[in-house]
């Protein structure tokens, strides 16, 4: 028979105020930076996702779905969507890999390209605001911690996955 206690009969489970969680005050802190971006996306007639894609292209030049998706931090069915649309518009190029006829490589088209140059003096003033407002030192030491908090969490998750191929062998 069903357990018919009411939800508040039940011990409430204790977590971390959300004022003081790092993963809400990472997401807080990205909302309040993309709010000086959104607009940009918006007059350009592209979603933030696909700004991403454009970035890492033109900085890294031609790759595949793969490494795109690394680059991008996008999973991999966003991604196919993304780039679907990003084809469709004329701003990203495929051709076929000379080595693997199964693999694509992706570029920037010419009106890629040209939409990155036309956009640069805009986020350049953007990043330049927002150093003003919370300083540029402060805007370099930011970058600084939250890299190595990526490589400190990391560290772990590759050290974990390691030791799980050595005792498959």
């Given at each position: ?36 971006f ?19 292209l ?20 966003s991604l ?29 088209s ?17 990043h ?34 390691r ?7």
């Amino acid at each position: 028979m069903a357990d018919r206690r009411s939800v508040s009969e039940f011990p409430r489970p204790r977590i971390m105020d959300d004022r003081r969680s790092l993963p809400i005050a990472l997401l807080r802190a990205r909302e309040a930076v993309m709010a000086y971006f959104r607009p940009h996306h918006r007059k350009g007639g592209i979603t933030e996702q696909q700004w991403r894609v454009i970035r890492v292209l033109h900085l890294d030049g031609e790759m595949d779905a793969a490494r795109l998706a690394q680059r991008s931090y996008l999973l991999a069915p966003s991604l196919s969507r993304i780039l679907k649309d990003l084809e469709a518009s004329g701003h990203l190029r495929r051709r076929p890999d000379d080595g693997d006829s199964r693999r694509s490589l992706l570029s920037l088209s010419p009106k890629g390209t040209a939409m990155v140059t036309g956009v640069a003096p805009f986020l350049d003033r953007i990043h330049r605001d927002i150093a003003g407002r919370f300083g540029r030192e402060r805007v370099d030491q930011l970058l600084a911690l939250l890299d190595e908090l990526e490589r400190a969490l990391a560290a772990p998750a590759k050290a974990e996955k390691r030791q799980g191929r050595e005792r498959r062998r």
